[in-house]
């Protein structure tokens, strides 16, 4: 069964420092992978998606995530926090990539920014 | 820039009403989904549809919920009689089908009393 598992409920940060959310997924097939943005009281906005191109992805806001195969992993990095980052994000799988599949989400970690 | 909209976007209800919950997913879409996000906890889904059927549901999805799109524009989640486990944030999504790719709703609140 497909899964995702990310590391860390709470992450905080101080602003100006790396972001590094991780994210491990479980797929029995090359799955899509996704980040997810959730600010207080909206919807989720996608971050950027990985989607069996380049591993290297890059996304909105300065944020890039790089699919490492052989770690089973879709971490999610920003170099330089900014205090507008502070959100919950979410990283999500859809098995096989499939068109019109259902999304697996992570349990999500929370980022704090101190200033 | 095209947006999926939901209403309302906080709803109360005693247990036991019925309730439906709105979604104007992007019009040149084909993918329709419910997933919830139980405070706390993470996004889980619930029911994908397509061509005017669902494709597929999760456990959660039992016989008290049901989905439909009676027009061009709408897509409803019903939940027949409502549990105080049914409170959660519904979010609906939908998708072109461009590299499994969804773009969410804000979400409705639903709070059972």
């Known amino acids: 069964a497909q899964s995702v598992t990310q590391l860390g409920s709470h992450v905080s940060v101080s602003e100006g420092a790396l972001v590094l959310l991780r994210c491990n997924y479980s797929?029995?097939?090359?799955?899509?992978l996704f980040w997810y943005v959730q600010y207080p009281n909206q919807g989720l906005q996608l971050l950027l998606k990985?989607?069996?191109?380049?591993?290297l992805v890059k996304g909105i806001n300065g944020f890039e995530a790089e699919f490492k195969k052989s770690e089973t992993s879709f971490h999610l990095t920003k170099p330089s926090a900014h205090m507008s980052d502070a959100a919950e994000y979410f990283c999500?799988?859809?098995?096989?990539?499939?068109?019109?599949?259902?999304?697996?989400f992570g349990q999500g970690t929370e980022l704090s920014v101190k200033p | 820039e095209p947006e999926v909209t939901q209403t309302p976007s906080h709803q109360v209800t005693q247990m036991g009403q019925e309730v439906i919950l709105r979604c104007v997913p992007i019009?040149?879409?084909?993918?329709f989904y419910w997933y919830r996000q139980i405070l706390g906890q993470k996004v889980e889904f619930l029911v994908s549809?397509?061509?005017?059927?669902?494709?597929?549901k999760s456990e959660i999805f039992d016989d008290q919920f049901s989905v439909e799109r009676p027009d061009g524009s709408n897509f409803t989640l019903k939940i027949r009689s409502t549990k105080l486990e049914d409170s959660a944030m519904y979010f609906c999504?939908?998708?072109?089908?461009?590299?499994?790719?969804?773009?969410f709703g804000p979400g409705t609140r639903l709070t059972v009393l």
């Open positions: 999504a939908s998708g072109g089908g461009s590299h499994a790719e969804q773009f």
């Open positions: 797929s029995s097939v090359p799955p899509y």
């Open positions: 990985y989607t069996s191109a380049a591993t």
């Open positions: 999500a799988v859809s098995p096989g990539g499939n068109q019109g599949g259902k999304l697996i």
């Open positions: 019009s040149n879409h084909l993918y």
């Open positions: 549809f397509y061509n005017n059927e669902i494709s597929e």
